[in-house]
């Protein structure tokens, strides 16, 4: 399969009919040679549905199976829980509930090899220096399926810099292993010196395992979308499909261009919403603090409106593990995972990693906004707690604008949906 990309030439992003055209033009040369028998679809989960993947996924689903190959489908799920079938028509629209196989990232994989220490240390610049295993969904390798599909959404994140790719695999597909020790690496490196950027240690690190355990052994079809979602409407502003790393590479380059605002100061209070459909748990709603803490002034207060934050971890091992630990900070944390009794927060890393990247480690205030969970449990793992309704009441998400608001004579800045982009002063970035 040659190398495709679709770029939108405007603003308005490309129409349905312009994206089933390419995904038809990079599966056509396979098609006609009847190359496809058993397809394997590796889409995003809810938590990224504006990323077009869900039509993408119902495009391809309905386009093979019409020529008679059998298709399944596996979202990434990683950590997170499993789509909901309500989750699942909204996004996937008629693909029948059945066909989703749902992934354990503790006991569905297998080992392809490790990441050597040496090179593990050489990328980290001495900061990790143990061997990274790589491990994925035993599906994903098996010979069964003549091709994989990986659709999902470039887009700025906290442990790997741009999200998808690679990430897709190793980490939403990925093992305990893998998804431990690579978050565990970005916290350590610094996630403000990752979030926005192409080759970081985390990326760097996946493109390793790529190149060592997937490139010629494995086909995989990456389709990777940059999006927007003004008003809540998805707007896909490119698409890039390929097999090797120049997808990546190119749909970054837009991404950086269409999901990074820079604010000229440092805000003093910015409110985010988290639409209760999209965020139920802390692990997904703290999107809210990693995505804005590099625009957050010294001394500031992020007001998180939360009406669908029901815990704190996607299972009880992990929640159990947030309520235990706290957001307390990057050195609290870290002094926490050398004690001697903290045996449960080394053997879940990703958590340690989360705990340090849901904390502001001090330089300005999280205030969560909830319905769920009481206050005295807000405040027992950090943060500062605050009724939704009263909030909600004073800082009206469905009257409020994206970006910059009066509200009773103080300005505030809103962001509508965190997972979207990433906030920068850019008086700070430079």
Same mark, same amino acid.
């Given at each position: 399969?040659?190398?495709?990309?679709?770029?939108?030439?405007?603003?308005?992003?490309?129409?349905?009919?312009?994206?089933?055209?390419?995904?038809?033009?990079?599966?056509?040369?396979?098609?006609?040679?009847?190359?496809?028998?058993?397809?394997?679809?590796?889409?995003?989960?809810?938590?990224?549905?504006?990323?077009?993947?869900?039509?993408?996924?119902?495009?391809?689903?309905?386009?093979?199976?019409?020529?008679?190959?059998?298709?399944?489908?596996?979202?990434?799920?990683?950590?997170?829980?499993?789509?909901?079938?309500?989750?699942?028509?909204?996004?996937?629209?008629?693909?029948?509930?059945?066909?989703?196989?749902?992934?354990?990232?503790?006991?569905?994989?297998?080992?392809?090899?490790?990441?050597?220490?040496?090179?593990?240390?050489?990328?980290?610049?001495?900061?990790?220096?143990?061997?990274?295993?790589?491990?994925?969904?035993?599906?994903?390798?098996?010979?069964?399926?003549?091709?994989?599909?990986?659709?999902?959404?470039?887009?700025?994140?906290?442990?790997?810099?741009?999200?998808?790719?690679?990430?897709?695999?190793?980490?939403?597909?990925?093992?305990?292993?893998?998804?431990?020790?690579?978050?565990?690496?970005?916290?350590?490196?610094?996630?403000?010196?990752?979030?926005?950027?192409?080759?970081?240690?985390?990326?760097?690190?996946?493109?390793?395992?790529?190149?060592?355990?997937?490139?010629?052994?494995?086909?995989?079809?990456?389709?990777?979308?940059?999006?927007?979602?003004?008003?809540?409407?998805?707007?896909?502003?490119?698409?890039?499909?390929?097999? %090797? =790393?120049?997808?990546? @590479?190119?749909? !970054? *380059?837009?991404?950086?261009?269409?999901? /990074?605002?820079? +604010?000229?100061?440092?805000?003093?209070?910015?409110?985010?919403?988290?639409?209760?459909?999209?965020?139920?748990?802390?692990?997904?709603?703290?999107?809210?603090?990693?995505?804005?803490?590099?625009?957050?002034?010294?001394?500031?207060?992020?007001?998180?409106?939360?009406?669908?934050?029901?815990?704190?971890?996607?299972?009880?091992?992990?929640?159990?593990?947030?309520?235990?630990?706290?957001?307390?900070?990057?050195?609290?944390?870290?002094?926490?995972?050398?004690?001697?009794?903290?045996?449960?927060?080394?053997?879940?890393?990703?958590?340690?990693?989360?705990?340090?990247?849901?904390?502001?480690? %001090? =330089?300005?205030?999280? @205030?969560?906004? !909830? *319905?769920?969970?009481?206050?005295?449990? /807000?405040?027992? +793992?950090?943060?500062?707690?605050?009724?939704?309704?009263?909030?909600?009441?004073?800082?009206?998400?469905?009257?409020?604008?994206?970006?910059?608001?009066?509200?009773?004579?103080?300005?505030?800045?809103?962001?509508?949906?965190?997972?979207?982009?990433?906030?920068?002063?850019?008086?700070?970035?430079?």
């Amino acid at each position: 399969m040659t190398e495709t990309f679709k770029i939108a030439a405007t603003d308005a992003g490309l129409t349905d009919d312009e994206i089933r055209a390419a995904l038809t033009q990079a599966l056509q040369p396979a098609l006609d040679a009847g190359e496809l028998r058993n397809v394997l679809i590796l889409p995003p989960d809810f938590t990224r549905f504006h990323s077009n993947a869900g039509f993408i996924t119902n495009f391809y689903y309905r386009f093979l199976s019409e020529r008679g190959v059998n298709v399944d489908i596996l979202p990434a799920l990683g950590t997170h829980v499993p789509v909901s079938e309500t989750q699942w028509k909204t996004m996937f629209g008629d693909i029948p509930f059945e066909k989703m196989i749902v992934h354990n990232w503790r006991t569905d994989v297998v080992k392809l090899g490790d990441i050597p220490a040496e090179a593990v240390e050489e990328i980290s610049g001495g900061l990790w220096k143990e061997s990274l295993p790589v491990e994925v969904n035993k599906l994903v390798m098996d010979p069964k399926y003549d091709l994989v599909i990986s659709p999902g959404q470039v887009v700025p994140h906290e442990v790997i810099g741009m999200a998808n790719h690679a990430k897709n695999l190793f980490v939403g597909t990925g093992g305990s292993g893998m998804i431990n020790a690579s978050h565990m690496i970005g916290a350590v490196c610094g996630m403000e010196q990752a979030m926005g950027r192409d080759h970081t240690p985390v990326r760097r690190l996946f493109d390793y395992a790529m190149e060592h355990f997937i490139y010629g052994k494995r086909p995989i079809l990456f389709c990777l979308t940059v999006t927007t979602a003004p008003g809540g409407k998805i707007r896909t502003h490119g698409l890039f499909i390929g097999e %090797g =790393r120049n997808c990546l @590479t190119e749909a !970054v *380059k837009l991404a950086q261009q269409k999901n /990074v605002d820079y +604010v000229e100061h440092g805000l003093k209070k910015c409110v985010v919403y988290l639409d209760p459909s999209e965020f139920t748990s802390t692990w997904l709603g703290n999107k809210a603090v990693y995505r804005t803490r590099m625009a957050m002034a010294d001394g500031g207060e992020l007001i998180i409106l939360a009406p669908g934050v029901e815990r704190f971890g996607e299972d009880a091992t992990v929640d159990k593990l947030i309520r235990k630990y706290g957001y307390r900070g990057r050195l609290h944390t870290l002094e926490a995972f050398q004690r001697p009794d903290a045996d449960d927060l080394r053997a879940n890393m990703g958590a340690a990693a989360h705990l340090i990247h849901g904390s502001s480690d %001090g =330089r300005f205030s999280i @205030t969560y906004c !909830v *319905k769920n969970i009481t206050k005295e449990e /807000v405040e027992g +793992v950090g943060f500062k707690a605050a009724d939704y309704d009263e909030m909600a009441a004073k800082y009206d998400p469905s009257k409020l604008s994206y970006g910059y608001n009066t509200v009773d004579g103080e300005e505030i800045y809103f962001i509508p949906n965190p997972a979207l982009g990433l906030w920068i002063n850019r008086e700070r970035f430079n």
